[in-house]
C-alpha cells in the first residue's frame, strides 16, 4: 500500500507525541504545536515547523488537517484550504463540546468517550467522522476517566488514520440528539462558586467534587489550575 497524504498536525500533549512516533517522516507535513516535547521530536526529525501563522501567510498546507489537544479556533478562511479538517475530542459528542471535556463529562455524570468530527464554522460542532464509549463508575476520578479517554482517542486514531492517509477521506455524520458547551469561563466560575459554597453542600457533591478536582491540572489560558482538597477547607 502506497500511503502518500501528507498530514498537517496541530498537535499538544502526550497524545500529541504518540501520533508523532505513529506516522511516518513521509505522512507528516507540517507540525504545529507550543509543547517542548514534541518540538524536540519535530526538531530531531527534521519534520517542518513553520508556525501557525507562517503556515497561514505561506499556504503550503497539506491536504489533510488534523487536531489533537489545540487549544485555538481555525478561521474559515485557513480552513478551505484543506480537503479534510477532523479535531480528536476529549468528549462524546454532541455532549459536553468546548473546554475541559472530560471533567464536565465527569461533573455531570454523561456517557463517556472520545470523538472524531470534522471543523466546521461552529465549536466541536462538526459532522462526526468516528466515536468510542468508555465505561466510569462512581468511584472514577478524573486522572482515571481522562487515561481511558486517551486510550479511546487512541483506537480511533488507529482505526481511522490508515484509510485516510491513502486518500480515502470519511463522509461524516451529523451530529443529533442533546447537546451543551462549556467554556473555560465556566469551569472559573464553578470553581468559584464551589469554593465559597461548599460547606452547604451535600456529601454525594463533596465526593464527587473530589473525584472531579483531584489531579489533573485545568489550563485556562496560559494559567494552570489545581482545585484540589486542600483549598476547600482552608
Not at 188 to 216: F, G, H, K, Y
Request: hydrophobic share 35%; glycine share 6%.
Amino acid at each position: 500500500q502506497n500511503m502518500t497524504t501528507k498530514i498537517d498536525c496541530f498537535i499538544e500533549g502526550p497524545l500529541g507525541l504518540w501520533l508523532l512516533d505513529y506516522l511516518d517522516d513521509d505522512q507528516i507535513g507540517n507540525v504545529m504545536t507550543h509543547d517542548k516535547a514534541i518540538l524536540e521530536v519535530v526538531q530531531k526529525r527534521k519534520i517542518r515547523n513553520p508556525g501557525s501563522k507562517v503556515l497561514e501567510a505561506e499556504k503550503e498546507n497539506s491536504p489533510v488537517l488534523l487536531s489533537v489537544m489545540w487549544p485555538k479556533l481555525f478561521n474559515t478562511e485557513f480552513l478551505d484550504r484543506y480537503q479534510l479538517k477532523i479535531n480528536l475530542h476529549q468528549g462524546l459528542l454532541p455532549q459536553c463540546r468546548g473546554m475541559h471535556a472530560a471533567f464536565w463529562t465527569l461533573w455531570q455524570q454523561l456517557p463517556a468517550g472520545a470523538s472524531l468530527h470534522m471543523i466546521d464554522d461552529g465549536i466541536d460542532s462538526g459532522p462526526l467522522v468516528d466515536q468510542e464509549p468508555v465505561e466510569y463508575t462512581e468511584t472514577t476520578t478524573l486522572p482515571e476517566l481522562s487515561d481511558r479517554i486517551n486510550d479511546a482517542k487512541i483506537t480511533i486514531l488507529k482505526r481511522t488514520l490508515p484509510a485516510i492517509l491513502e486518500g480515502r477521506y470519511p463522509d461524516g455524520t451529523p451530529q443529533s440528539g442533546e447537546s451543551s458547551y462549556h467554556s473555560a469561563r465556566d469551569y472559573v466560575n464553578l470553581v468559584r462558586d464551589i469554593r465559597v459554597n461548599w460547606r452547604q453542600m451535600p456529601t454525594e457533591d463533596l465526593i464527587r467534587i473530589l473525584r472531579c478536582t483531584s489531579a489533573l491540572p485545568i489550563a485556562v489560558g496560559d494559567r494552570y489550575f489545581n482545585l484540589s482538597a486542600q483549598p476547600l477547607a482552608d
